[in-house]
Nanobody
Framework: QVQLVESGGGLVQPGGSLRLSCAAS????????MRWFRQAPGKEREFVAF???????NYADSMKGRFTISRDNTKNTVYLQMNSLKPEDTAVYYC?????????WGKGTLVTVSS
């Protein structure tokens, strides 16, 4: 059974940091590209960051320099390190695994940035 389980969300003050994790099971993790998305209240889901199977990364413009995606294929886990958080980063963060013809989603973890 394919599972993606996000963790690490919570309440953080503006300027703070969080590290999200997404643990994968039920498929060959190393063969899939991984992405993080987020969805703020009342808004559409948006792309955050991408890691290819080989570790090449890409980010949405508003996250460049603040967020870092990484993956550990030995632990079947992808991470999102988020620094210098802003109130507008408040959202549910989802991880996504994809390869040609297949895509899997986690259920998300809530990040709230507020003083």
């Amino acid at each position: 059974q394919v599972q993606l389980v996000e963790s690490g969300g919570g309440l953080v003050q503006p300027g703070g940091s969080l590290r999200l994790s997404c643990a994968a099971s039920g498929f060959t993790f190393s063969r899939y590209h991984m992405r993080w998305f987020r969805q703020a209240p009342g808004k559409e889901r948006e792309f955050v960051a991408f890691s290819s199977r080989s570790g090449t990364t890409n980010y949405a413009d508003s996250m460049k320099g603040r967020f870092t995606i990484s993956r550990d294929n030995t632990k079947n886990t992808v991470y999102l390190q988020m620094n210098s958080l802003k109130p507008e980063d408040t959202a549910v963060y989802y991880c996504n695994a994809f390869s040609p013809g297949e895509a899997y989603w986690g259920k998300g973890t809530l990040v709230t940035v507020s003083s």
